[in-house]
């Protein structure tokens, strides 16, 4: 088969395909022989606002000459760029811009949270370096750096970073940000015989911190939501309970120097809505016995005024699980423990992503769903085989 082009395959309809391309096939980095035999180069500059990448193309008579001008390009490229703020402000300058013009939309503990990041991470790095001068090849030289020092988690909360000041600074994004994985560590849940030992525990005492754990447990609220939660938000007749923020200790952003370093803050739940979740007889019933010896604006942990803040509620469940002789566990293995009893008790998967206050069945199934085995030895016992009615 004669073949004006790089590379011959036998006949195919693939390859008929192939050759009805303006270009032959790839042979290097985004390096193509055209058909009228010059080569091309494409090179990707940033992104679009619509986040699709956007290249140029260079062209030679050869393909050592393009592959040459496409690394005289890189190496070159920032004296080529246009001259604007964006490109010649230092990169502290416009991520310090970028925190202040986003800082209404924020909550103040992300507002914090990437502050944080930026003077701890990402600042001792790029503090001295224009916007416009930042490349692969600059990210990739932090990105190595970072990654051997924070977890993926944090590694995520970087390039969020970085993508958004960068898409804000310059209007595009010239990088590519390295993928990372979610479910690296998941969480545990506590067993049937941990369940058991305490809910018989916790059977007789009714004091406000066994209400607490119980709820979460029953309900499988965030910590936070439920240290924010009053008495007035239990609508007991109805049997139902109104989850409209969360509380949470941090830094205080804009302190004086006679202030303290942290503050409380009441804000909104994780995903700004609010929502109602159904109460179980068995918390409803004790939910009834404390009712009348709290008034409505008293906060459900505390039974005064004043909330419990959620590290003394962490505190307070770990020493719990100590004088019971179960292993230590965050309190968060208490939301998860729900999701899981859940979906192993039969309840519809669409109605408990509701109740968890999840954006989608998605997140309640791959983050907060851990299967027992005792549930999974129980299924299989479903499985049935057709078999041929025999004739004797």
């Known amino acids: 088969m004669?073949?004006?082009?790089?590379?011959?395959?036998p006949p195919s309809k693939t390859w008929s395909r192939i050759t009805d391309r303006r270009y032959s096939m790839r042979i290097g980095p985004?390096?193509?022989?055209?058909?009228?035999?010059?080569?091309?180069?494409?090179?990707?500059?940033?992104?679009?606002?619509?986040g699709k990448p956007q290249y140029k193309s260079l062209y030679a008579r050869s393909y050592r000459d393009v592959s040459l001008a496409k690394k005289d390009f890189q190496n070159n490229v920032h004296f080529n760029a246009p001259v604007s703020m964006g490109n010649t402000v230092l990169f502290s300058i416009a991520a310090k811009d970028w925190l202040e013009h986003n800082r209404k939309n924020w909550k103040p503990s992300t507002y914090n949270k990437y502050k944080n990041y930026l003077e701890s991470y990402i600042y001792p790095c790029w503090k001295d370096t224009p916007a416009g001068r930042i490349t692969q090849e600059t990210y990739d030289l932090l990105f190595s750096y970072l990654?051997?020092?924070?977890?993926?988690?944090?590694?995520?909360?970087?390039?969020?970073?970085?993508?958004?000041?960068?898409?804000?600074?310059?209007?595009?994004?010239?990088?590519?940000?390295?993928?990372?994985?979610?479910?690296a560590n998941p969480v545990e849940i506590l067993t049937a015989a941990e369940i058991s030992n305490l809910l018989y525990r916790l059977r007789n005492r009714v004091d406000l911190n066994t209400v607490g754990i119980l709820f979460a447990l029953y309900t499988g609220?965030?910590?936070?939501e439920l240290?924010?939660?009053?008495?007035?938000?239990?609508?007991?007749?109805?049997?139902?309970?109104?989850?409209?923020?969360?509380l949470q200790r941090i830094q205080n952003p804009d302190r004086k120097p006679d202030e303290p370093k942290t503050c409380l803050h009441i804000g909104l739940t994780k995903n700004g809505k609010q929502r109602v979740i159904p109460l179980h007889d068995y918390l409803l019933g004790l939910l009834q016995k404390i009712q009348g010896n709290y008034a409505p604006s008293d906060y459900l942990l505390s039974g005064t005024s004043i909330p419990v803040e959620p590290r003394t509620m962490e505190n307070r469940f770990k020493k719990v699980l100590k004088n019971y002789g179960i292993r230590e566990v965050h309190f968060h293995v208490l939301r998860h423990t729900f999701a899981t009893q859940c979906i192993?008790?039969?309840?519809?998967?669409?109605?408990?992503?509701?109740?968890?206050?999840?954006?989608?069945?998605?997140?309640?199934?791959?983050?907060?769903?851990?299967?027992?085995?005792?549930?999974?030895?129980?299924?299989?016992?479903?499985?049935?085989f057709p078999e041929k009615n025999r004739i004797f």
């Not at 005792?374 to 049935?384: D, H, M």
Request: hydrophobic share 35%.
């Open 30 to 50: 985004n390096i193509y022989k055209r058909q009228d035999g010059r080569w091309e180069a494409r090179i990707m500059i940033g992104k679009r606002a619509d």
């Open 227 to 246: 240290c924010s939660l009053k008495l007035e938000d239990l609508d007991l007749e109805d049997r139902v309970c109104h989850v409209h923020h969360t």
């Open 147 to 183: 990654e051997k020092i924070l977890s993926d988690s944090s590694l995520r909360v970087i390039n969020t970073i970085l993508k958004s000041c960068l898409k804000y600074t310059l209007k595009s994004v010239p990088i590519d940000f390295k993928t990372l994985s979610i479910n």
């Open 344 to 384: 192993e008790s039969g309840i519809d998967v669409k109605a408990l992503s509701e109740i968890l206050g999840h954006s989608s069945v998605k997140i309640t199934m791959d983050k907060y769903v851990h299967l027992t085995m005792r549930f999974k030895q129980n299924q299989i016992t479903i499985l049935q």
């Open 2 to 9: 004669q073949c004006r082009y790089l590379y011959c395959y």
């Open 221 to 224: 609220v965030r910590l936070g």
